[in-house]
């Protein structure tokens, strides 16, 4: 056995995160307690993606099976460890003086306690998404981290999307405002890598320009501020929001900013403004119920139960169509649209088995989601579909997520480079002086 081979005990949490986790370990050893075969079985009914996960996961684990997974562990593959299911240990009495509660968390940390006792010191770690199960581990001597395999690594660069150039010659501003075609990069000296439809702003000496860059055309563009379905972009960051939504050679786009810096908003005016060129406009968002509580618990049948969870999006659409009045064309075509099911409206669970061909597709709240859960939407995206996902990765509902390891932040560093991805990162707040003053403050 190699002298540095860890053994990683899973927690179930890890399982629903990444249903495809037991093979990323490299080389090291991976043990599952039998309490977390339990939990899984209660996540195998049910058409969330978390309960997707847990199906696909037991069907991985159905394929290792045999007597070797409880005596010896089996192989995961060329280069990989083995994988060990660990049936049930007693709760020994320092577990039980510190945590008297018979839980199935409590249970696993008797098997991760009793595997960590069997090894020397520092080859065994306790693999979860749950701090407070982390913390639990740690004050029993057990070493645990986060499962961190699809965490990005340098969240502040992530999202500095958008370059101020200082010193620009006037005379190229001003042809950009001449020529439709843009202008070669080259022209501008521009320092460091430039990423496909990145967004600038040039300054000159008495001139200035937004501008993105064309990676087909190897060219710098001007931005042309547009108003689209009665939304006019109000800083420079929502004009290059804007564009990046209305660029036909864009499919896939994340929009991310605190609450108030318009990006919903903006994502919806344009899927109404280019309503023709696509057969449907789907608006979608995670329900992350509180305190971790299935929709069940809510009183009254399925749309009064979804109700709440998805007002904000409605709250959207009522400002697009009070920008007009009632009696306009504009306004009885969203009333039209909703009524023929052209712009719908709902959970993104309710979205699965939907066909998403030529479908406007916006999903609100995306820092919400697993890596796992946006590469299933995404996979599903049929020709002519342009995918839009927005949120704000300073408020996660989810208790296994963070800024690094949610799906919104994930997407964009795997897709950053990409000819068919636009990001862009909104800064200020537009909906209200005080609405910006207690994002920053408060």
């Known amino acids: ?80 460890g083995k994988l060990t299911i660990e049936t049930g240990k007693p709760l020994s009495k320092k577990i039980q003086e510190s945590f008297p509660e018979n839980t199935p968390d409590h249970r696993i940390l008797a098997i991760a306690e009793y595997i960590h006792h069997k090894n020397e010191p520092g080859r065994v770690i306790f693999i979860s998404k749950d701090i407070n199960l982390r913390m639990k581990a740690k004050s029993i001597g057990i070493m645990a981290q986060d499962y961190e395999s699809d965490k990005v ?151 009064e139960k979804i109700g709440p969870y998805m007002q904000p999006l409605f709250d959207n659409l009522d400002v697009i169509k009070n920008k007009f009045q009632q009696t306009s064309k504009e306004y009885q075509k969203i009333d039209e649209m909703l009524k023929n099911e052209k712009l719908i409206i709902t959970p993104l669970a309710y979205i699965r088995g939907r066909s998403l061909s030529r479908i406007f597709f916006i999903v609100d709240e995306a820092q919400n989601l697993t890596p796992h859960e946006i590469k299933t939407i995404i996979t599903r995206a049929g020709e002519g579909t342009k995918m839009i996902f927005t949120g704000d990765i300073e408020q996660i509902d989810s208790p296994y997520l963070d800024d690094k390891s949610n799906g919104l932040s994930y997407l964009t560093d795997k897709m950053k480079g990409q000819n068919v991805f636009a990001h862009v990162n909104l800064v200020k707040g537009e909906r209200s002086y005080l609405a910006e003053l207690a994002s920053n403050l408060l």
Do not use: W
């Open 1 to 80: 056995m190699a002298k540095n081979k860890k053994i990683f005990v899973l927690d179930t949490n890890v399982l629903l995160h990444d249903y495809l986790c037991i093979f990323n370990f490299q080389d090291n050893d991976i043990v599952l307690p039998i309490p977390v075969l339990e939990e899984l079985d209660k996540f195998k009914r049910g058409n969330d993606i978390i309960n997707f996960h847990a199906r696909e996961f037991t069907r991985e684990l159905d394929k290792l099976s045999g007597d070797k997974l409880f005596n010896g562990g089996v192989s995961l593959g060329k280069g990989k």
């Open 153 to 303: 690594a340098n969240i502040a660069e992530l999202y500095k999307n958008i370059a101020t150039i200082e010193d620009v010659d006037d005379a190229l501003i001003n042809k950009l405002y001449e020529v439709t075609e843009g202008i070669p990069v080259k022209k501008f000296k521009l320092d460091g890598k430039i990423l496909p439809n990145q967004y600038f702003i040039l300054k000159g000496n008495s001139s200035s320009a937004l501008v993105h860059y064309d990676p087909v055309n190897g060219v710098l563009d001007r931005v042309i501020k547009q108003k689209t379905y009665g939304i006019e972009p109000r800083n420079a960051e929502q004009t290059f929001a804007l564009d990046a939504l209305m660029r036909p050679g864009v499919q896939l786009v994340t929009l991310t900013g605190k609450a108030g810096t318009g990006k919903t908003l903006l994502a919806l005016a344009a899927a109404l403004h280019q309503r023709q060129e696509y057969t449907q406009i789907f608006l979608a968002r995670p329900i992350v119920p509180l305190s971790n509580k299935d929709l069940g618990f809510l009183p009254g049948d399925v749309k």
